[in-house]
Each structure stands twice: as C-alpha cells, then as structure tokens.
C-alpha cells in the first residue's frame, strides 16, 4: 500500500526554530520527526511513501537522499502552498492505481495502527475513513460527530465554543482513488478539513475510526517539549546513550533522558530528568539541564543553568547563564557569559545576546 504524508507547512507556531529547519526535521529524541512518521507507516506494511513538500523541500529531499529506508520515498513538489488537499491532487500521477492510500499529516507523533484501520475501510468500500481520537481540548482540531454505525454526520474545523471532551481529526486518512474526482484541480490552497470532509459527512459518506495509543500533534513550542517527554517516559525505555560519550563520573544523570553520539558531559554537570541532548553537543562543569531539549553541538559553559527550554543547533551558552521556562532560542546564536534569559524569551538564530532579559519578548 502507498501513503502520502503531508510535509510542506510553515510551521509558524515554532518559530525561531523553524526559521532554518522544516517541522518534520526537528528532532524528536535525536531523531527527525519525519522518521518517526515514517517508520510507523513501514511497521504497517506501507512500501510507497510520497512525501508532499514546499516549505525548505530541499532540506528535506538532501536528508533522505543520504538515508537508507525500507519503503521506497519519493517527493512531491508543490510550485505553491496547496494546503491539505491541494497536494493529494498534486501527486495523483505518484497515487494513481486501484487502491486505496493512506494520507498522514507530517506533524503527527503516533504509533497508531493503521492496518485495523484499513480492514475497517475495507469492510464498507467508501471515499474516506478517517482516524480519530478524544482529546479534552478540541478547539485546535477537526471535531467530528460519529455516528453508531461509524460514519460521521458532521465535521467542524476548529470550531469555537464547547470543545470539551470531543473525538476529533487524527489526522490520519484512507483515502479511495475517488477522492480524485473530488478535489478541484486548481492550483490553489485547497483545505481537505473545510472543503471535502464536512461535504463527504453531509452526504455519508465518511467514515471514522477511533485509535489509541500514543498520539500527538506537534504545533507548538509546549507540544514538542511533550513529544520528547512521551517517548523518553515511554514504558519499558531505559535512558539512551549514543556513541562516544564522555560522562564524567562526578556528573550527574537523572533519568530519563536521551543524550545523543559524541556527547561531552563534564564534571559536576547534572542532567536531567526529561532532557535531550543532541548529538556533538558539550555541556561544562557545574551546568544543570532539567525538562529541556538542546539540538546538536551546542555548547553550554560551566555553571549555567537550563528549565524546560529549546536550545537551537550550534549555539553556544556562556558561563553563568540562567535560561528559564518556555525560552526557545534559535540556532547558532551566543548568549554571552553571565547573562539572564527569565522566562518565555524567543531568540531568533545566530543573534548574540548579552543583556538579561527578564520580561517575556522576541530578540530579532
Ligand atoms: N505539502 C503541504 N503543502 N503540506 C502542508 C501544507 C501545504 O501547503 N499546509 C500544511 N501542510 C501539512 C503540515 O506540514 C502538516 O503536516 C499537515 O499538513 C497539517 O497541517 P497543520 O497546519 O499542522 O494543521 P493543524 O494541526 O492545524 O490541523 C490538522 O491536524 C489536526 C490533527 O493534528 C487538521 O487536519 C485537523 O483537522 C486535525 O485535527
Ligand atoms: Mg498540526
């Protein structure tokens, strides 16, 4: 079976980080999310991978032509942003055939199993059968109204007002080679959640089916900081440590964390618990890093301190620094030696910053 992953979004809501990196190349637990995606579909027997780009397409493409992978990948290039149907339509010539595919959004963390989902399709041949999950907080998501018989008579994106414990979009689709006929071949951002769903639900003909296990949708700053945290809590999982890491013995590691390969870990330093460190990464004497996720080769000087904040790749954190809550700063920048980022400061990549700041702001 062949899937299409949706991969070209702008991912505005993580910025500075998506400055210079698609989401789906962000890290998650020293591996790109768009592995983790695929990687899922492959353990559920998918051989044919589309990937539908535009944003950074060739950050992209330059990552997985050096990576070996069990299902074939192959790109779908967008000559403008098409939304989430626009680029189904795009790679018709990649899908076409008798049978129908899997449509996954690219920012989805998730082990659901979609072969159960595609014998449910199977059962009752129709244009669509979508995933869905309960969420307590639907405002952020298609919200659907299923009906006994699994189909879904209604499908509201976003919609505002009683959100609270609803099923809503997983964003996980089986799509029949019909869905062709039903997108408008326009080169246009076409959205598959307002302009073919609440149509298909009108007429009854979608359907849905309710998944479990690990689900997250990465949008924003707090839900990749959670992504991280699910899988190093992930039951069962031992702390990972990569290749060629030096840990001091004085230091200390509070688990669970990931540290990535040729990690430097000085003494005194004290790691942990939820944190990531990325690959070529060092962190001095007497630094402590808790509920954190730090890209690859960064550098942190001895005795600074870092909560539950993103630090890009390449930057490096003088001595003495404080770094707290929700701070997210971009790659390549310089905090210099002494400096204090508060709480909820966003430093766009390769500035160098050396004044506290105590308010919440954004450093271009
Ligand atoms: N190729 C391409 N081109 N991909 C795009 C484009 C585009 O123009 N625009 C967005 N995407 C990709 C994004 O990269 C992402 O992987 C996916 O489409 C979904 O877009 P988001 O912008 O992340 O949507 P959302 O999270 O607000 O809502 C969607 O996901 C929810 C579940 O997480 C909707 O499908 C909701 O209904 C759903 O509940
Ligand atoms: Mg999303």
Redesign the pocket.
């Known amino acids: 079976m062949k899937a299409l992953i ?4 702008f ?1 505005t809501r993580l910025r500075p980080l998506s400055c210079t990196r698609p ?2 190349l962000f890290p998650i637990v020293n591996k790109p999310l768009l592995d983790w995606v695929i990687e899922n579909l492959e353990r559920n027997g998918v051989k044919e991978i589309v990937v ?3 944003y950074m397409a060739d950050a992209l493409r330059n990552y997985y032509e050096k990576k070996q992978t069990k299902a074939t990948i192959i790109f779908s290039l ?1 000559n403008r ?4 149907a ?2 189904i339509k795009n790679a018709e010539p990649n899908l076409k055939g008798k049978e129908p595919f899997f449509v996954i ?4 963390l998730s082990n659901m199993n979609l072969r159960k989902m595609k014998n449910a399709h199977d059962r009752i041949p129709g244009p669509a059968t979508i995933a869905l999950r309960r969420v307590d907080d639907a405002s ?3 919200v659907v109204d299923l009906d006994e018989e699994k189909y879904i008579r209604r499908f509201v ?2 919609p505002k007002g009683e959100n609270r414990n609803r099923l ?4 996980a689709y089986i799509l029949s080679q019909e869905i062709f006929d039903l997108i408008p071949e326009e080169n246009r ?1 076409i959205s ?2 307002r302009e073919i769903f609440p149509i298909l639900a009108k007429e009854g003909k979608l359907r849905g089916y309710i998944t479990e296990g690990l689900w997250m ?1 990465i ?1 924003t700053h707090p839900d990749y900081l959670q992504a991280n945290f699910a899988l190093l809590k992930m039951p069962g999982k031992k702390n990972s440590i990569g290749r060629n890491v030096k840990i001091s013995p004085n230091a200390k590691i509070v688990e669970p964390v990931a540290i990535g390969d040729e990690v430097v870990v000085n003494e005194g330093a004290k790691i942990g618990p939820l944190t990531v460190v990325g690959d070529n990464s060092e962190i001095d004497e007497g630094c402590s890093i808790e509920r954190s996720v730090l890209f690859p080769r960064c550098l942190i000087e001895s005795s600074t301190s870092i909560k539950e904040a993103i630090i890009g790749e390449g930057t490096v954190i003088g001595r003495r620094v404080k770094i707290g809550e929700q701070s997210v700063i971009g790659d390549h920048c310089e905090i210099l030696d002494d400096v204090i980022l508060n709480k909820n400061v966003k430093v766009c990549p390769s500035k160098e910053v050396g004044e506290n700041v105590l308010e919440s702001c954004h450093i271009m």
Do not use: H, S
């Open positions: 949706l991969a070209g979004g991912a989401k789906q539908a780009v535009n967008e942003p098409l939304g989430t626009g680029p959004n690219g920012d989805i952020r998501f298609g994106e976003k809503i979009n997983a964003g951002k598959i959640e949708d949008g």
